[in-house]
């Protein structure tokens, strides 16, 4: 019973593996379209997959079996890896020749196939963005591609890790902790936090770039030296036309910048929509006592 659970859990795994590693590469080659030879690989990469997962169901044994899914399985993690990083190198030079355009000339100027290339790299960086431990700036822009309300809230305390963000939170419990005891809410001035990147954590810099700050507090009734927090960080989420970024390429020392005016162009084409969020967090103002 254990074998044929085990045997289960790791086909399971496998063909996520699998899955995850064609989706890929489909969705690259269509995005960069490098051509007919580009479609030829991807779909002789899956043909031969198929072909390997059918003849492992064929072995009788399952230490023999486990052998062949786990050579497979190495042998397609370094194909992603060689294939994955050509096609990156490719993609930042075609990436960077739309966003120099994206400079120079107006959204009327993209054909539908260059807005087509720049949409799904942009899923494609949204998705690369949770699975590279940045989910908060992964959610922001991927919630881009969906038309609904002009301001979106989400509750989550991320933002108070930040020193930046602690700072005048801080300043403003100091200030709690001296007024008078007959002010039962008090409200913090809006402030103003910039982050820069290569200087400040990219999880921060990325996801609260500029950021405003706010809070409203209410004194705790049943403890009349403590205070009751709610502080709000609010983001403008859209794209400028001037800003550039670069990302580094996964397993290389190289880098290529991302032209954030494609995404205008999108915004522009009414393909992207923008919005402002809030990432609110409530609090104790013991939490953060000096």
């Not at 079996?65 to 397609?76: C, D, M, P, Q, T």
């Not at 001035?189 to 999880?203: S, T």
């Not at 609010?234 to 970024?245: D, Q």
């Amino acid at each position: 019973m254990k074998r044929k659970l085990f045997l289960i859990l790791h086909n399971f795994s496998q063909g996520l593996i699998w899955f995850g590693f064609m989706l890929t590469i489909i969705l690259l080659s269509l995005s960069f379209l490098l051509g007919v030879l580009a479609l030829i690989i991807t779909f002789s990469i899956i043909l031969i997959a198929f072909i390997f997962w059918r003849i492992s169901c064929f072995v009788p044994r399952l230490q023999n079996r486990e052998l062949v899914l786990r050579k497979i399985g190495i042998a397609s993690l370094v194909i992603y890896i060689l294939f994955n990083n050509l096609m990156l190198q490719a993609a930042g030079g075609h990436f960077t020749r739309l966003g120099k355009k994206a400079l120079s000339q107006p959204p009327g100027n993209f054909s539908c196939y260059e807005k087509t290339n720049i949409y799904v790299f942009g899923i494609i960086m949204g998705v690369g963005g949770f699975l590279a431990g940045y989910p908060e700036v992964a959610k922001e822009h991927l919630l881009l591609y969906l038309p609904g309300k002009d301001e979106r809230s989400w509750k989550s305390c991320f933002a108070l890790k930040s020193a930046k963000i602690q700072k005048p939170v801080r300043q403003f419990i100091r200030e709690l902790n001296i007024l008078d005891a007959s002010i039962h809410e008090f409200h913090m001035e809006p402030k103003r936090i910039v982050f820069h990147y290569h200087q400040d954590p990219y999880r921060f810099a990325l996801a609260l770039n500029p950021t405003q700050i706010t809070a409203h507090a209410k004194r705790n009734t049943r403890q009349p030296d403590k205070w009751n927090i709610n502080v709000k960080c609010t983001i403008k989420i859209a794209y400028p036309r001037e800003a550039i970024i670069r990302v580094p390429l996964p397993w290389t020392k190289q880098s290529f910048p991302v032209y954030e005016g494609m995404f205008w162009v999108l915004q522009q084409s009414h393909w992207l929509f923008p919005y402002q969020a809030h990432w609110l967090c409530e609090l104790k103002s013991q939490d953060y006592r000096d």
